[in-house]
């Protein structure tokens, strides 16, 4: 049987557009115990630290910002606001993601955000040095495994220290 050919994202396309390399992947660990997510991050040799949220904030002079950082990070919103050039930012509200961002909570993809919307992005300076790290491809259950070096030079989104530290 033949395998049936996924269609690619919008920042797929974007990435293939401007010859970026990328691994698209099918890595549907929400709702999944421990146990299985443990294992599915195994079996494609990911650990839980590579996966990032891409996280929508309003900045009280630019509007819209956008931050992306590890899944097991939490967002400083002051760290947040001072690499933004705002006073303060505030989680943007679930019931204004789609309608700001494009995308659904989950599938919020840096790239999409980019091309469609030109908001400022701040990837955490803990990606800067990494040789990958996962972003939603843009939709629920996809992801996409990127080098952040060529995803904050191709937006033009700058690695600043954006995470709450222990």
Request: hydrophobic share 40%; net charge positive.
């Amino acid at each position: 049987m033949a395998k049936k050919k996924i269609k690619k994202t919008l920042p797929e396309q974007i990435m293939d557009k401007h010859d970026i390399t990328y691994e698209s992947l099918t890595l549907d660990i929400l709702d999944k115990t421990e146990a299985e997510r443990q294992a599915i991050l195994h079996a494609f040799n990911i650990k839980h630290d590579d996966i990032y949220k891409t996280l929508a904030a309003f900045g009280d002079k630019t509007g819209p910002v956008v931050a992306v950082l590890p899944i097991t990070k939490h967002l400083s919103m002051k760290k947040l606001a001072a690499a933004s050039g705002n006073k303060k930012v505030t989680m943007l509200p679930l019931k204004d993601l789609k309608k700001t961002t494009g995308y659904v909570h989950g599938a919020n993809n840096p790239i999409g955000i980019w091309q469609n919307k030109h908001y400022p992005i701040f990837i955490d300076a803990i990606a800067e040095h990494a040789d990958y790290f996962l972003v939603s491809g843009g939709e629920l259950g996809r992801s996409d495994k990127i080098k952040p070096a060529d995803v904050s030079s191709m937006i033009g989104a700058p690695f600043a220290d954006l995470s709450e530290h222990d």
